[in-house]
Every structure is written in C-alpha cells, then in structure tokens.
T-cell receptor
Framework: GQNIDQPTEMTATEGAIVQINCTYQTSGFNGLFWYQQHAGEAPTFLSYNVLDGLEEKGRFSSFLSRSKGYSYLLLKELQMKDSASYLCAVREPSGTYKYIFGTGTRLKVLA | DSGVTQTPKHLITATGQRVTLRCSPRSGDLSVYWYQQSLDQGLQFLIQYYNGEERAKGNILERFSAQQFPDLHSELNLSSLELGDSALYFC?????????????FGPGTRLTVT
C-alpha cells in the first residue's frame, strides 16, 4: 500500500533545532519533497531529495535514506515565523506518476 | 506572490451543481497541477498537465475533470457536487514535468458546498 507517516504536532523553542521525521511506504520512488504551509496559505516548496544523503539550504536541511524509506527535515535557529505545518510528499516513478502527501506536522515555535 | 493566479477566491454552491475553477500558471511554466485540501484528508494530488497533455493522475474522482488550454491556463471542473467536496483547491505550476522542478502554488479557491 501507499503510506506516509509524520508526527502530528511538535513544539520547540525559538533558537533551537528541530527534526521532523517522515517515513514512507510507496509502490516506487521518484523523489521526496518537503513543503511548508502556514495556516490559511498555500504550500511553499522547501526541498527535494532523490538520492540518499543530506541537502542543505540555509537554516533548513533535508535527509533521505531510500533503503529505510525515511527522511527528515531539520530546522536550525528556529524563528517564530517557522510556526507552520510541514508536509512530506513522495512521487511514484511509474504508472500514474502521482504525488502522495503525508498529513503534515504542525510545528509550534515558542518564545 | 508565487505568480500563479486562481479564480475565484471563494465559491459557495449547492449540492448537485457544477463549478469551474480556473488557474493561470507562472509565465514560462508548462506544467500545471491540481490539489484538493480538506481538513480530514490533508493535501491530495488530483492531476497534472504538461503543455496541454495529461501527465500524471492521482485520486481524482470521475465527477471531476480538468484540461489545460493552448495558452497554458487550466480549468478544473467539478460536477454533481457533494458536501464532501467542500475543500480548498490549489493549483501549482512548474517549468517542466519532472519531479526535480519546483512547484509554485497559487492562493487557492475555497469551495463550500451547502
């Protein structure tokens, strides 16, 4: 079956580091994506991983292990504006090429 | 502002009706994607078009259809509407059709079916 699991909610303190995990079970794999979505707004692209390893982009990094069906998004030097939902998504490589999204992790950053 | 425009912003209609949602991609983008986001189901991928051709298909209901026109704008048609179709519908666009192209989301159309 197809399934993507993320924690529902996380809380962290301003200035800290937080890691949001995502595990997936899909029929195939053609890339993993992380999106940020503030309440009432559209998702915005954060990262894309297709090979194993770490991709770093400023305060945000994303890691992928295809053999383990596992990814994480690392947010450093947390700011209040990072309070948002973080969506993990996987694209299937063949057949329908569809995107499968997790239900998202709601992150609250506290002062 | 992502450069993707969607109209209308809000739509309220009754069960059994038909509506059309419109999306204009960013200048230069050839791919358009449609998503549905409801409170209980999260973000669901519906369909992708690339330069007028259907490229990828998600769990789009048979009551829903979409197309991309020669000027690259896209329309999502929802018919025989049910209460459960109430959701936020997002359109996104990207330059290419592959996974490595970043998708830019429009502000969404909020559909309420009463």
């Amino acid at each position: 079956g197809q399934n993507i699991d993320q924690p529902t909610e996380m809380t962290a303190t301003e200035g800290a580091i937080v890691q949001i995990n995502c595990t997936y079970q899909t029929s195939g794999f053609n890339g993993l994506f992380w999106y940020q979505q503030h309440a009432g707004e559209a998702p915005t692209f954060l990262s894309y991983n297709v090979l194993d390893g770490l991709e770093e982009k400023g305060r945000f990094s994303s890691f992928l292990s295809r053999s383990k069906g596992y990814s994480y998004l690392l947010l450093k030097e947390l700011q209040m504006k990072d309070s948002a939902s973080y969506l993990c998504a996987v694209r299937e490589p063949s057949g329908t090429y569809k995107y499968i999204f997790g239900t998202g992790t709601r992150l609250k950053v506290l002062a | 502002d992502s450069g993707v425009t969607q109209t209308p912003k809000h739509l309220i209609t009754a069960t059994g009706q038909r509506v059309t949602l419109r999306c204009s991609p960013r200048s230069g983008d050839l791919s358009v994607y449609w998503y549905q986001q409801s409170l209980d189901q999260g973000l669901q991928f519906l369909i992708q078009y690339y330069n007028g051709e259907e490229r990828a298909k998600g769990n789009i209901l048979e009551r829903f259809s979409a197309q991309q026109f020669p000027d690259l704008h896209s329309e999502l048609n929802l018919s025989s509407l049910e209460l459960g179709d109430s959701a936020l519908y997002f359109c996104a666009s990207s330059v290419g059709s592959g996974s490595n192209y970043e998708q830019y989301f429009g502000p969404g159309t909020r559909l309420t079916v009463t």
